[in-house]
């Protein structure tokens, strides 16, 4: 009976990873009671409330529903269709985003959205973060592709920059990052390791530039050149161009911190954009040096009825009050009494925070861990260099949300709007972090078929 009943589930779900699907079923759960606790009244007749269709969580149950309909319609569907038509998803995702410039609707001041009717929307940016995965894969799979030489290289970060670049246009800063953790893909692939250094020293660089004086750091760069110069001076005899390169990257130092960061803070990003960042290391940003004056004087107006870092402060005082084991379910002051912004969506962590106390929170993002550890596995058990590059872009997706979304709630990190992987309220969120897994699940389960 034992043997019988083995081979049918053989039979219904061959080579699936049941493992991933109930992770994901249990952070979808964990997801709907978290809004239903922010949004819970006393008194409310609950299962009308769910039924009813008009509350967040009654919404985001729905949302769920539609998102295990496409589950199974992924796993049902051919892994091949997957590799075929990469390319053409990732050029349609393209001109989804371009489509917002035109029929876009603007919420929160990001017009990244298009709307779908019936109070729905629909935000392509979400959405292309699967075809960017796919199109990548395709990219680094193909035979023809030396990942080692430098146009290889240049089409691999076009791919992932693309969508990141109109996200930015898009004013949807937040999902314009999360493409960068493509870049820890590619470097799986070989990538040279030196360009990530160069990246994670122009970040180190850009924050020293926020937290240290302008004339000590530029006195600081001098200092390490200087010293470079000459615990080097036996190789410079054998390298005459090691002084260039010195004085060229001291230079560009310089350049960066004095002039390139400043511009950027002042030109480029929105005032209440920066004073974020700038908040972020225990610093003030003069809205006065914004080029639009416009917007200073909107953002004035909002400091006047709020301060910049309210969002953060809110969210940790949720939080802290949680203590080691929580106030209990349905029993959190600070995020059932709204005094957190945007605590169904962005701040979603606070409920689990003074519900669940520094206990909850470490079961919960042990559960993450655990899924990310599982999809690393999955990826390195794969025969394809297709299959294997779209689970680390999976694993690396998932990643940076948990990682910016739990920092920015507890101030490690500027607020941009980065949702927390099936457990914030959207649709579109909730729909592409589905696609994206079961994805791999379906891929996953063909390995010891398909070779591609």
């Known amino acids: 009976m034992a043997t019988s009943t083995h081979r049918n589930n053989n039979q219904i779900s061959p080579g699936i990873d049941w493992v991933i699907v109930w992770v994901y079923a249990a952070l979808?759960?964990?997801?709907?009671?978290?809004?239903?606790?922010?949004?819970?009244?006393?008194?409310?007749?609950?299962?009308?409330?769910?039924?009813?269709g008009k509350t967040n969580y009654s919404k985001q149950l729905m949302f769920s529903s539609i998102c295990v309909v496409m589950a199974m319609f992924i796993l049902l569907a051919d892994s091949k269709l997957f590799t075929a038509f990469a390319n053409l998803m990732y050029t349609f995702g393209i001109l989804l985003m371009l489509a917002t410039f035109v029929i876009g609707k603007?919420?929160?001041?990001?017009?990244?959205?298009?709307?779908?009717?019936?109070?729905?929307?629909?935000?392509?940016?979400?959405?292309?973060?699967i075809f960017t995965s796919l199109a990548l894969a395709k990219f680094l799979s193909r035979q023809e592709t030396d990942f080692t030489r430098l146009r290889s290289q240049i089409i691999g970060g076009c791919l992932s920059l693309a969508p990141a670049?109109?996200?930015?246009?898009?004013?949807?800063?937040?999902?314009?990052?999360?493409?960068?953790?493509?870049?820890?893909?590619?470097?799986?692939?070989?990538l040279p390791p030196g360009l990530l250094i160069i990246g994670f020293s122009f970040a180190a660089l850009v924050i020293a530039t926020l937290v240290v004086e302008p004339n000590t750091l530029a006195i600081v760069l001098t200092v390490?050149?200087?010293?470079?110069?000459?615990?080097?001076?036996?190789?410079?005899?054998?390298?005459?161009?090691?002084?260039?390169?010195?004085?060229?990257?001291?230079?560009?130092?310089?350049?960066?911190?004095?002039?390139?960061?400043?511009?950027?803070?002042n030109n480029v990003f929105q005032c209440y954009q920066s004073t974020r960042i700038f908040s972020m290391v225990g610093k003030d940003y003069d809205c006065s040096q914004n080029r639009s004056a416009l917007r200073r004087t909107a953002d004035k107006e909002k400091a006047a009825k709020k301060p910049d870092d309210y969002n953060v402060r809110q969210s940790?005082?949720?939080?802290?009050?949680?203590?080691?084991?929580?106030?209990?379910f349905l029993k959190g002051t600070q995020t059932r009494g709204k005094y957190v912004p945007e605590q169904h969506t962005d701040f979603i962590f606070t409920s689990i925070g003074e519900a669940f106390g520094l206990a909850g929170c470490g079961v919960f993002l042990g559960l993450y861990l655990f899924l990310l550890l599982r999809i690393i596995n999955t990826a390195e058990k794969q025969r394809s260099i297709f299959s294997r590059v779209y689970a680390y872009c999976v694993a690396c997706i998932l990643f940076f949300h948990?990682?910016?979304?739990?920092?920015?709630?507890?101030?490690?990190?500027?607020?941009?709007?980065?949702?927390?992987?099936?457990?914030?309220?959207?649709?579109s969120s909730l729909l592409s972090f589905t696609i994206l897994i079961f994805i791999l699940i379906r891929l996953d389960a063909d390995r010891q078929m398909v070779l591609r």
Request: charged residues 10%; glycine residues 12%.
């Open 28 to 52: 979808v759960a964990i997801g709907v009671l978290c809004i239903f606790m922010v949004e819970y009244k006393p008194g409310i007749n609950v299962l009308q409330s769910f039924l009813a």
């Open 106 to 129: 603007s919420i929160n001041g990001s017009k990244s959205w298009i709307p779908l009717g019936g109070g729905f929307n629909l935000q392509p940016a979400e959405i292309c973060k």
């Open 165 to 190: 670049v109109l996200s930015v246009l898009q004013n949807e800063t937040g999902l314009a990052l999360v493409y960068f953790s493509f870049f820890i893909v590619m470097y799986r692939e070989g």
């Open 224 to 265: 390490i050149a200087g010293a470079t110069i000459y615990f080097t001076r036996r190789a410079r005899k054998r390298n005459r161009n090691l002084l260039a390169t010195i004085l060229v990257v001291w230079a560009l130092c310089v350049g960066v911190q004095r002039f390139a960061v400043p511009y950027i803070f």
């Open 316 to 328: 940790k005082i949720a939080i802290g009050s949680g203590g080691l084991i929580g106030k209990g």
């Open 402 to 427: 948990i990682v910016v979304n739990v920092c920015m709630t507890i101030g490690l990190f500027p607020i941009i709007g980065i949702t927390l992987p099936l457990i914030s309220y959207g649709g």
